[in-house]
């Protein structure tokens, strides 16, 4: 009897073949797909079916989102048509600064409108809206605006209106009622004086010049320590050692170990103090270095760093491209506190790095000098390309307030290594009237 035949096989690769090769398989299978492309539409179900969901997610969360935020009240702020009327304050004041509170209101259309409102009423309560009233301020007649299209103004300045006025370190609120076009509106905002006692370390200059052994202002540097006291009693301080160190990338290029000078210090409330350290030299080349820096003070270790430049003052080729600004009032009434920025404007598209060897600021009337600050020291300052540097505030140095009307001339004069500089301008004072809202 013969053995039964076995049927053919084709071998390839150990893989044993029982059907068509891989290839002709593939192909197959892709005619059938073409013929009947159920794949592909399942995955096209699964996709849309994805999206649509998603759709409905986000047009869920967007309803929802919605709602809550039509349904919130904003208490300082509300809408009479046209008119926008808001209290805008901060949440937070440090004690001894007269708190920025004022009552605004904007025209929101685009045309002219005239605006009456009377029965105005102002209170800064103690912890709540119906705390104890503290300050109050109630003017009842009638007082008409007239605002251009996206015009805002002043209704009530607190600080304008009592630039002296103190609050103890606590939680207040501002609460202001008033009748606008015969609507009753009533604004409340909550806010907060925090007591701080500072102490940090700062420079008076922005950077310095190279160390080359000559002795010129700016190759040494000169720290202070600066103590503020915005709390309502009076502090002492107590000092130990302080550390200053240059390093770049890591190696120590200067540094000075020492006993703070003053050894105790003793401030009022509201007082500052800046205490001297002995100078450190600046580097030989230039370029940037990390100043580090560490004092004791109560016991307690206060430590930073602070970027340090070392530059070559610059030689300025276009005198006019360096202008001097200032932001101030320039009609206010008698009695009024009076208060003046000062500063320098880069018209340059690179950097400056000035020295400013005098400046002066001055007021006067009718050719007499009443007012007169000069500067006591040189001072070293970097003006950012195509932007501004503030180098005198005047209520930094004192409060001015004029006790005459009339005209008045604005002066100030400042030298610096590119040459120098003069600017004037003319305020006006006029008769203390009745403060309306």
């Known amino acids: 009897m013969s053995k039964p035949t076995e049927p053919s096989n084709r071998a390839s ?261 800046d205490i001297p350290l002995k100078p450190i030299s600046v580097p030989e080349r230039v370029g940037d270095y990390l100043f580090e820096w560490s004092f004791f003070v109560d016991d307690r270790l206060q430590e930073g760093q602070n970027q340090l430049l070392v530059r070559e003052l610059t030689p300025l080729e276009a005198p006019e491209k360096l202008r001097i600004l200032s932001y101030s009032v320039k009609t206010l009434a008698m009695g009024e506190p009076y208060q003046s920025e000062i500063l320098l404007a880069n018209d340059l598209n690179d950097t400056l790095f000035l020295r400013l060897e005098d400046f002066a600021f001055y007021i006067y009337r009718d050719r007499t000098e009443l007012y007169r600050y000069q500067s006591e020291r040189t001072l070293q300052v970097l003006v950012p390309a195509r932007s501004t540097r503030t180098i005198f505030r005047s209520e930094e140095w004192k409060e001015i307030r004029f006790d005459r009307p009339g005209t008045y001339v604005i002066r100030t004069t400042l030298k610096t290594n590119a040459g120098e500089k003069v600017f004037e301008e003319e305020i006006t004072v006029l008769e203390k009237t009745d403060r309306s809202p």
């Open 13 to 273: 690769k150990n893989y044993l073949y029982h059907t068509n090769p891989p290839e002709v398989i593939r192909e197959q299978l892709r005619e059938r797909k073409e013929r009947d492309p159920k794949g592909k539409r399942t995955r096209r179900i699964v996709f849309w079916t994805l999206l649509f969901n998603l759709v409905i997610l986000f047009a869920i969360f967007g309803v929802v989102f919605l709602s809550g935020q039509r349904g919130r009240k904003y208490e300082y702020i509300q809408n009479v048509s046209p008119f926008v009327l808001r209290i805008s304050a901060a949440s937070e004041y440090v004690y001894g600064e007269v708190p920025e509170i004022v009552i605004r209101i904007s025209n929101s259309s685009s045309s002219l409108r005239e605006c009456l409102i009377e029965k105005f009423e102002f209170y800064v309560k103690s912890e709540t809206k119906s705390g104890e009233n503290l300050f109050t301020f109630v003017y009842p007649p009638k007082n008409t605006f007239l605002l251009d299209r996206y015009d805002s103004r002043s209704v009530y300045d607190f600080k304008r209106d009592n630039p002296s006025y103190e609050l103890q370190p606590g939680t207040y609120y501002v609460v202001c009622r008033f009748v606008v076009n015969d609507t009753p509106v009533e604004l409340s905002k909550p806010f907060t004086i925090n007591e701080v006692m500072s102490t940090t370390l700062f420079f008076r200059d922005d950077f310095w010049t190279p160390d080359i052994g000559d002795g010129v202002t700016g190759s040494v540097i000169d720290t202070y320590i600066r103590i503020q006291n915005s709390t309502p009693k009076s502090l002492n301080y107590r000092f130990g050692v302080y550390n200053l160190k240059i390093t770049e990338s890591g190696n120590t290029v200067e540094s000075v170990k020492e006993e703070v000078p003053q050894k105790e210090v003793f401030l009022a409330s509201g007082e500052a103090l």
